[in-house]
């Protein structure tokens, strides 16, 4: 009795039960540090093809204290900034923020290429720590 961790024919990871035959996927993660600037956007991975997102959050530990705005978004590279959450103000709030679904969160055929993009207005931050993270599956 035992489990095994097999790949699955589409890339993914699953999980096996022997005892009860059930497989399972296992669910992974990409997360990243923002970084501040005016407005600046980064490539933080990429998502298999065929991945189902489960979650996405942002970890605001230090507000960010630019003048005006201060968002974060998640998004595809070649496609909007905002293509799999809108912008989160964290500038206002410390916490934890779960991200609603979006169209953008169905599996796709392909790999996706996942962008950050932080923008701020006003006056330039010189303080404020995010983290954002997705969490997802490969079918």
Known sequence: MGKNVVQTATGGVAVIDDAASSVGS??????WNVARGATNTVTVGAL????????????????HNAA???????????????YFTAAQDIKTAIGNFSQAATVGWTPA???QTVTCTYTETGTASTTGTATVGVLYAVL
């Open 26 to 31: 296992m669910v992974m993660a990409l997360t």
């Open 48 to 63: 298999p093809a065929n991945a189902r997102i489960i979650a996405i959050w942002v970890e605001n530990t230090v507000v």
């Open 68 to 82: 005006t705005t201060a968002t974060v978004s998640v998004g595809l590279s070649g496609g909007t900034a905002t």
């Open 109 to 111: 055929t392909t790999v």
